[in-house]
């Protein structure tokens, strides 16, 4: 079973990787078809970083909703130490 530290830890992963991408894609110089393929991927991995919230143990679809609130959660269960 997967515990709540490794979903917080999953979601982080994914809001990590998207603003990395989104910051990425604004600052390189790529088509305008490869930007909007990359930003459509990028908003797939927010909305699957937020929905892992409804896969912790006592689910709370809110966890997940930012980076920051994502990292306030992973701090609260260990996740960075």
């Known amino acids: 079973m997967t515990t709540n530290s490794e979903i917080a830890e999953l979601a982080y992963s994914l809001h990590l990787a998207a603003n990395r991408l989104?910051?990425?894609?604004?600052?390189?110089?790529?088509?305008?078809?490869y930007r909007i393929?990359?930003?459509r991927h990028v908003?797939?991995?927010i909305n699957q970083a937020q929905s892992l919230g409804n896969e912790l143990q006592a689910k709370n679809p809110q966890a997940f909703l930012?980076?920051?609130?994502?990292?306030?959660?992973?701090?609260?269960?260990?996740?960075?130490d």
């Open 43 to 45: 908003q797939w991995m």
């Open 66 to 80: 930012s980076k920051e609130s994502t990292e306030r959660i992973c701090e609260q269960l260990g996740v960075f």
């Open 22 to 33: 989104r910051l990425t894609i604004s600052i390189i110089n790529i088509p305008s078809a």
């Open 37 to 39: 393929q990359i930003s």
